[in-house]
């Protein structure tokens, strides 16, 4: 029995034009399966998580949705496959997906369908998500609420240009810098950018180094900056990459060059920037926003409209 499987490294594959049973597992009891096609397509829904096609006419889309109104819940994973409808026949043909984490999501396209003569293109609509951390899981979920879901990634880089200005010492003592990174991180993974990358900046610039994006903020934290009297943003110039200056002090001019995640708590700033207030005296900064969902969307929000 041939068994594909779906995913980001095999994004389609061609199987007979037979009956087939559409089904969704995992995290189900609160999501419902859904075909888009056109009125002359037959469609036989035996339940909210298994749907047959007797036979397919025209192109149509495979999605999940919630049942009643809002979105998905906290770590809602499905899982879909499709396979003949009679499967006692001669080597029939199995398709499984990655499971797919739907959170926060008010519907997800899993996958389209198109035929072509004897044959169907069965292709995926969402890839699973590279793993991050979960301030920059949640902060992607707080993004999609605000753009939706993409499956393709965005042309371009992101970089994330970090102040070390003496007065920026006690937003990396207390853990708010690496916080402020994870939250960058999740928002341009949301927007498909997967090329995103720090510097320090001070009298000069200073890359950081890291092994992957999803360690980007750890880097960040394990950093030695070289404090100085102010950071010179002059020094920050990377062809093709959307800059996210990371300061507690934005002054007019920087605000105008570039979009802002503030680590301040003065909350007139967030009429032209995305803020991030410091964490009370020893608690974790990613606890307390993780806590407080209408930050993230705040901050999302505010940075996806510079970067988009």
């Known amino acids: 029995m041939p068994i594909y499987v779906l995913g980001a490294r095999t994004r389609s594959v061609t199987i007979p034009?037979?009956?087939?049973?559409?089904?969704?597992?995992?995290?189900?009891?609160?999501?419902?399966?859904?075909?888009?096609?056109a009125a002359d397509q037959p469609v036989v829904r035996s339940s909210a998580h298994l749907t047959v096609l007797p036979i397919v006419t025209g192109p149509l889309t495979v999605s999940v949705e919630p049942v009643g109104d809002g979105?998905?819940?906290?770590?809602?994973?499905?899982?879909?496959s499709i396979g003949p409808d009679a499967p006692g026949g001669v080597d029939p043909v199995q398709v499984v997906f990655d499971p797919i984490d739907v959170t926060g999501d008010s519907g997800v396209e899993l996958a389209t369908l198109t035929p072509a003569g004897a044959r169907i293109e069965v292709a995926v609509s969402a890839v699973a998500d590279r793993p991050l951390s979960?301030?920059?899981?949640?902060?992607?979920?707080?993004?999609?609420?605000?753009?939706?879901?993409?499956?393709?990634?965005?042309?371009?880089?992101v970089l994330i240009a970090v102040d070390t200005s003496a007065s920026m010492r006690s937003a990396?003592?207390?853990?708010?810098?690496?916080?402020?990174?994870?939250?960058?991180?999740?928002?341009?993974?949301?927007?498909?950018?997967?090329?995103v990358s720090?510097?320090?900046?001070?009298?000069?610039?200073?890359?950081?180094?890291?092994?992957?994006?999803?360690?980007?903020?750890?880097?960040?934290?394990?950093?030695?900056?070289?404090?100085?009297?102010?950071a010179r943003w002059s020094t920050v110039t990377i062809a093709g990459a959307r800059t996210v200056v990371c300061t507690d002090f934005p002054t007019m001019a920087v605000r105008q060059r570039f979009p802002v995640l503030a680590i301040a708590t003065d909350s007139r700033l967030e009429a032209d920037c995305a803020v991030l207030h410091p964490p009370r005296p020893g608690a974790d900064p990613a606890a307390e926003v993780l806590a407080k969902p209408a930050v993230l969307e705040r901050i999302a929000v505010s940075l996806l409209r510079r970067l988009m």
């Open 198 to 230: 720090a510097v320090l900046v001070g009298e000069h610039r200073i890359p950081v180094l890291s092994a992957s994006v999803a360690t980007l903020a750890d880097s960040v934290r394990s950093a030695q900056p070289r404090w100085c009297a102010g």
């Open 134 to 157: 979960r301030l920059g899981t949640a902060a992607r979920v707080a993004a999609r609420s605000v753009i939706g879901r993409r499956s393709e990634p965005s042309v371009g880089a």
């Open 172 to 195: 990396f003592d207390d853990g708010s810098v690496p916080a402020a990174v994870d939250i960058v991180v999740g928002i341009a993974d949301a927007a498909g950018v997967t090329d």
């Open 71 to 80: 979105s998905f819940g906290q770590n809602t994973v499905i899982h879909l």
């Open 17 to 37: 034009n037979q009956a087939l049973a559409l089904t969704i597992s995992g995290s189900v009891r609160d999501a419902a399966l859904h075909i888009r096609a």
